[in-house]
């Protein structure tokens, strides 16, 4: 089960390294998060805290979008192409079960990911530390940020491959997987901000909206990285709600979401007949 | 090495199998079986159920009533899936991948070890371009590599979808002499096609699937024999006396100067004996049995009203 695991993901992540994905997606990220490390050097002085701390704020800003934006885009194609071309008919006659193809894609990806990440804010970090220091805390920080990003990558590939296991074409799967983005990206908060409003500082700000800001991944996310260090919370100025629920909520979503999604992907998987 | 799991010696045994989508019945109580090292042809045209009937063989899909087991096992379970080998009708592999890398995959899921794979591209003529990407192949080539996968790991069954369609006349020959060392090996092959005359005589079966109904199985001469077709009798007046052989033989004249004549094959004899007898009147019999288009046609056309 294992070879056959890995006989799919070296493979994948092969097909990763053609496609330029990996590069890509690391080139995304270093420009990015270098951006934003320098950008933020302005305000560091006014907050007193050390540059690296404002550059994981800035960069947890940005992850909550990229993340999710570019693991979509890595999984989307992953059933549906490969049922348009024809290749997972094949591949299915083999003694591989569907399990085994979707965690050695999603390892493959994930490490693509994970590899992107580390790189991007990696980079920035270093520049960060170098040009204006950092502490034990800010370096805490940024190591959660690495890691939190790659849960919170790993949510939505698992997403992705949902989504394009139940789209009846790779278009179709893109589409959706847009639409997936904007839901729990945009929307989803949105909608939450529009409830808060309406309810004026009630019984569902206090008790219902911290939790369902910690049921989307996105948001988990956001709370954990901004709960964990007090300088990061400062600067994104999200505190209340991660005041409002126990320290375990939010990690335990982010943790519970890529296995949930898998499960979930592996679902919709069954029911193709390629 | 034959196997007891299953009654009858049949390595593939498909039972009253019938598969629909939605409303449509795609596969009606087919029934099917293939005897180790047997070849047999499917033959139907587009849309008769030769794809589907595979799918269900391979686990893909999974059939509304019916049974199949191969080499005694049930379609997807990993013993079936050892057992049996597939090439898809258009086969698409990544195009990023170089046909090496690409068969050593299946050779890893297939369990088998990496030192199969440069043999089985060199079987295939493939030893060439096995480290080019398959995106800069053609497609006789692709159609090559599906069969390289075939060849892996020796399978009883093996289904083959359209094999020689895109390849060329030389391709086609080198296609039918791997088929008949697989099932020299004891391999039995299925073969699909909508031309009779690509399969014909490289096969050991024909059974055609009509409307999801399979609606002929059996050799090539009983089904000839079975079909009834009458065989073409074509006479060349001498001199242009085409009028006056028209009048002793019958039949329809063709121009000024020939007799066409139909007649079953029981009667042939005796029409060839009647027809030699006219003597100088004939200058020239030309016969032409039933062509493997018409016996095609017989049993595969839908009734025209």
């Known amino acids: ?144 940020l690495m890691g939190t990003s790659v849960l919170l990558g790993g949510a939505f590939l698992a997403l992705g491959y949902m989504v394009s296991a139940l789209a009846k074409s790779a278009t179709a799967a893109a589409g959706l997987s847009a639409g997936l983005w904007l839901v729990f990206v945009v929307l989803y908060d949105l909608s939450l901000l529009g409830a808060i409003v309406f309810d004026d500082g009630g019984f569902f700000t206090r008790s219902v909206f911290p939790w369902l800001l910690a049921l989307n991944p996105a948001d988990a996310f956001r709370l954990w990285n901004v709960a964990g260090a007090e300088g990061v919370a400062l600067a994104t100025g999200m505190t209340g709600a991660a005041d409002a629920l126990p320290a375990w909520v939010a990690p335990a979503s982010l943790i519970l979401w890529p296995p949930l999604a898998l499960v979930l992907a592996r679902g919709a998987f069954g029911r193709i007949e390629p | 090495m034959t196997d007891n799991t299953s009654r009858g010696g049949a390595v593939l045994k498909v039972e009253t199998l019938c598969k629909s989508h939605g409303a449509a019945e795609v596969l009606r109580n087919v029934s099917l079986e293939l005897q180790p090292g047997e070849r047999v042809a499917l033959l139907g045209h587009n849309g008769a159920g030769k794809t589907t009937l595979m799918k269900q063989i391979l686990g893909l899909s999974t059939p509304n009533a019916g049974k199949i087991t191969i080499a005694g096992s049930l379609p997807g379970s990993d013993a079936a899936r050892k057992a049996v080998a597939y090439l898809p009708e258009a086969v698409a592999f990544h195009r990023a991948l170089s046909g090496q890398e690409q068969l050593s995959l299946f050779a890893r899921l297939a369990g088998e070890p990496q030192s199969v794979v440069a043999p089985l591209l060199e079987r295939v003529g493939l030893a060439d371009a096995a480290g080019r990407r398959i995106g800069t192949w053609s497609k006789g080539m692709r159609q090559r590599l599906g069969l390289a996968q075939v060849l892996l790991g020796r399978p009883r069954v093996a289904l083959l979808d359209e094999p020689a369609s895109g390849l060329d006349p030389i391709s086609r020959h080198e296609l039918y002499a791997i088929i008949g060392e697989m099932a020299a090996q004891g391999t039995a092959l299925l073969i699909s096609s909508h031309a009779l005359t690509e399969v014909e005589a490289r096969t050991d079966r024909i059974a055609i699937l009509r409307r999801g109904e399979l609606v002929a199985n059996d050799t090539l001469a009983h089904l000839t024999q079975r079909a009834g077709l009458p065989i073409r009798l074509k006479l060349t007046a001498r001199d242009n006396e085409a009028a006056e052989l028209h009048a002793q033989v019958g039949g329809q004249r063709v121009n000024g100067a020939s007799v066409e004549l139909f007649c079953q094959p029981n009667e042939k004899m005796n029409r060839l004996a009647r027809i030699a007898a006219l003597g100088d009147l004939v200058a020239d019999v030309e016969m032409a049995p039933p062509s493997l288009e018409d016996l095609y046609r017989q049993f595969s056309g839908e009734e025209h009203p």
């Not at chain 1, 070879?3 to 420009?31: G, K, P």
């Not at chain 1, 990015?32 to 800035?58: E, H, I, M, N, Y």
């Not at chain 1, 399990?99 to 999603?106: A, D, N, Q, T, Y």
């Open chain 1, 1 to 144: 089960m294992i070879t056959r695991i890995f006989a799919v993901a070296s493979t994948e992540l092969r097909i990763a390294r053609r496609n330029l994905w990996v590069l890509t997606a690391s080139l995304i990220m270093l420009l990015f998060a270098l951006a934003l490390t320098f950008a933020g050097a302005a305000p560091t002085g006014a907050l007193g805290v050390d540059l690296l701390t404002v550059s994981v704020a800035s960069m947890t800003t940005l992850s909550v979008y990229l993340a999710p934006l570019l693991a979509l885009m890595m999984a989307f194609d992953a059933i549906a192409g490969d049922v348009e071309r024809g290749g997972l008919a094949l591949m299915l006659t083999y003694p591989v079960s569907r399990g085994e193809v979707l965690l050695g894609k999603f390892l493959a990806h994930l490490g693509t990911l994970a590899f992107a990440m580390t790189l991007g804010f990696g980079t920035a970090g270093a520049a960060a530390v170098l040009t204006g220091g950092a502490g034990v805390e800010s370096l805490i920080a940024l190591a959660r």
